[in-house]
T-cell receptor, first 109, second 113 residues
Framework: LAKTTQPISMDSYEGQEVNITCSHN???????ITWYQQFPSQGPRFIIQ???TKVTNEVASLFIPADRKSSTLSLPRVSLSDTAVYYC??????????FGTGTRLQVFP | GAGVSQSPSNKVTEKGKDVELRCDPI?????LYWYRQRLGQGLEFLIY????????KSGLPSDRFSAERTGESVSTLTIQRTQQEDSAVYLC???????????FGPGTRLTVL
């Protein structure tokens, strides 16, 4: 089963918008796209999910094109506390999540 | 409400010893997962329990690893004859079936000397 693909790391500054893109080349028709955030020494935390088009919550926005082969997590006006690793795992059957190494976001003052 | 809890938070053991790691899922969650995360790496799926169905053990790396779950509550991950490469953070998550969101515990950091 192929993992999703995303950049290894990204740098940003406080107040900027950050967009992290993930490829989902082998996504199944019924699979939702989910994103998780992980701080050091903590377990991952679910932040957003979507099926297609755009989803927005109090934390982030998620953009999914019509072919669903990619998704973009958008974090508006990041702060230092958004420094974390962001994952876009794919479902690997029986609801288990297949995680890659994620994108390590570093926010600078 | 209470989240997923795991114990111990840290475990240091000697090579060759057996260890047991515990996970208390969120009450009412029928699905329970174990993952392993080595330093600087992503999460590696180990095993999945769903209700009374046979567990999905496809991620267990060797027969030294086993896990049990009592009904829809506590789960124990056992590693026998630990090796240094078993050193990692072991994460547990629970969810309701049909929902994509998994709730993770804080993990158990295992160090094998």
């Amino acid at each position: 089963l192929a993992k999703t693909t995303q950049p290894i790391s990204m740098d940003s500054y406080e107040g900027q918008e950050v967009n992290i893109t993930c490829s989902h080349n082998n996504i199944a028709t019924n699979d939702y796209i989910t994103w998780y955030q992980q701080f050091p020494s903590q377990g991952p935390r679910f932040i957003i999910q979507g099926y297609k088009t755009k989803v927005t919550n109090e934390v982030a926005s998620l953009f999914i094109p019509a072919d669903r082969k990619s998704s973009t997590l958008s974090l508006p006006r990041v702060s230092l506390s958004d420094t974390a690793v962001y994952y876009c795992p794919r479902l690997g059957g029986t609801d288990k999540l297949i995680f890659g190494t994620g994108t390590r976001l570093q926010v600078f003052p | 409400g209470a989240g997923v809890s795991q114990s111990p938070s840290n475990k240091v053991t000697e090579k060759g010893k057996d260890v047991e790691l515990r996970c208390d899922p969120i009450s009412g969650h029928t699905a329970l997962y174990w993952y392993r995360q080595r330093l600087g790496q992503g999460l590696e799926f180990l095993i999945y329990f769903q209700g009374n169905s046979a567990p999905d053990k496809s991620g267990l790396p060797s027969d030294r690893f086993s896990a049990e779950r009592t009904g829809e509550s506590v789960s124990t991950l056992t590693i026998q004859r630990t090796q240094q490469e078993d050193s990692a953070v072991y994460l547990c998550a629970s969810s309701n079936p049909g929902r994509e969101e998994q709730f993770f515990g804080p993990g158990t950091r295992l160090t094998v000397l």
